[in-house]
């Protein structure tokens, strides 16, 4: 796997190799295609990713490689996960996400390291390592996008409709005479 600072681009003289600020992507098709083994998350981690998550659910899949990452971490990552289940009800009553957070941290800091981290999985795809390096773990399984995915495209430079590019081109259809009159 290439670094965050390292990817390949072809050119006319084969591949060449640059070195940006890129994150380091995770393919869903690797982790598909059995190349990466990636255990069952335990049932309270994923009882909180989808509390954390509400009504939108997120991919298993992705609750998967998201506990496999945030492990090496968050030392202790399955006995915070039952305190944060258990902290739940009582942030729930809290008003404000500020108030939110300062009770989590004041309870235990890591809580809210937790907190925070899940939520970026869960919600951006991205996960942060020991170094502080953020890793795209996915995409379109992210709970961001499924609230939205009845009707926001996924961004892209594309200017045109989805699926554009299976049809020919209008001035295709026309005839050479027509296209140069």
């Known amino acids: 796997m290439l670094s965050r600072r390292e990817f390949f681009v072809s050119s006319g003289a084969g591949m060449m190799l640059l070195t940006l600020g890129a994150p380091k992507l995770l393919p869903k098709a690797l982790a598909a295609g059995g190349a990466l083994e990636v255990p069952a998350a335990p049932a309270p981690f994923i009882s909180l990713a989808d509390q954390l998550s509400g009504q ?3 991919d ?3 609750i998967d490689l ?3 990452k ?3 971490t968050l030392p202790g990552l399955d006995q915070l996960v039952e305190q944060l289940l258990a902290t739940l009800p009582e942030l729930s009553a809290l008003p404000t996400p500020a108030e939110r957070l300062q009770t989590l941290a004041s309870l235990n800091p890591d809580l809210k390291s937790l907190f925070l981290r899940l939520n970026t999985a869960l919600y951006l795809g991205t996960v942060e390592d020991g170094d502080g390096v953020r890793e795209c773990v996915a995409f379109e399984s992210v709970a961001a996008y ?3 995915s009845d009707f ?3 961004p892209s430079y594309c200017t045109s409709s989805p699926n554009f590019w299976v049809n ?3 001035y295709a259809l026309q005839k050479d005479s027509e296209r140069h009159a």
């Open 152 to 154: 926001v495209q996924p």
């Open 66 to 68: 998201v506990h496999q």
């Open 56 to 58: 939108i659910g997120v």
């Open 146 to 148: 499924q609230a939205v």
């Open 168 to 170: 020919p081109p209008a």
């Open 70 to 72: 945030l492990q090496p």
């Open 60 to 62: 298993r899949e992705l």
